[in-house]
């Protein structure tokens, strides 16, 4: 069964260094987002992006975060310049359709991110 | 806004019991509706939607919701608990023409033998 995958499944990295994580959403996909989950707190959309567009984006998505779809199957989140606030568990995921709130978004297993 | 509360952080129940996981959703418009699950180290995996076709959604593995528009509730059931629903599970809201899902809080499941 086709599944989104992530890398790395952790990372440590230190404040003020710029972090890629990576996402392959399943192939058939248009439609990518990425959410967040800071340990003990809620998942929390961060933005989606179709058609090489951000097509909605959360307060969370600040200057310091960016997208890409670099290629035909990854889709990156960039943060330039980390703080330790962004220690979380990052999730990808991709839905075939977007934007009719109906559509189903499948899941990756997510990249742990800590920021010392 | 649209939000989603669920009630309990942490259910526990025995082997064969019933599991009932409260979720109440606050949306201005009809929304759709959501439960996912996350077995430790991996995604969400979604059980069930509804979007407005049947009040009663069957999901995967024996899980149902009943989506009651006058109590604003989406709750999660199943009638006997197995010790592989050991999870965490999340309700979640999202509206016509959006992007984004909203998610509870959680709750973590853990079935006693």
């Known amino acids: 069964e086709p599944e989104v995958t992530q890398t790395p499944s952790h990372q440590v990295t230190q404040m003020g260094q710029e972090v890629i994580l990576r996402c392959v959403p399943i192939s058939n996909h248009l439609y990518f987002y990425w959410y967040r989950q800071i340990l003990g707190q809620k998942v929390e959309f961060l933005v989606s992006?179709?058609?090489?567009?951000?097509?909605?984006k959360s307060e969370i998505f600040d200057d310091q975060f960016s997208v890409e779809r670099p290629d035909g199957s990854n889709f990156t989140l960039k943060i330039r310049s980390t703080k330790l606030e962004d220690s979380a568990m990052y999730f990808c995921?991709?839905?075939?359709?977007?934007?009719?709130?109906?559509?189903?978004?499948?899941f990756g297993p997510g990249t742990r991110l800590l920021v010392l | 806004a649209q939000s989603v509360t669920q009630l309990g952080s942490h259910v526990s129940v025995s082997e064969g019991a019933l599991v009932l996981l409260r979720c109440n959703y606050s949306s201005s418009v009809p929304p759709y509706l959501f439960w996912y699950v996350q077995y430790p180290n991996q995604g969400l995996q979604l059980l069930l939607k509804y979007t407005s076709a049947a009040t009663l959604v069957k999901g995967i593995n024996g899980f149902e919701a009943e989506f009651k528009k006058s109590e604003t509730s989406f709750h999660l059931t199943k009638p006997s608990a197995h010790m592989s629903d050991a999870a965490e599970y999340f309700c979640?809201?999202?509206?016509?023409?959006?992007?984004?899902?909203?998610f509870g809080a959680g709750t973590r499941l853990f079935v006693k033998a």
């Open positions: 992006f179709y058609n090489n567009e951000i097509s909605e």
């Open positions: 995921a991709s839905s075939e359709e977007g934007g009719s709130g109906s559509e189903t978004q499948y």
């Open positions: 979640a809201v999202s509206d016509s023409g959006g992007f984004k899902t909203i």
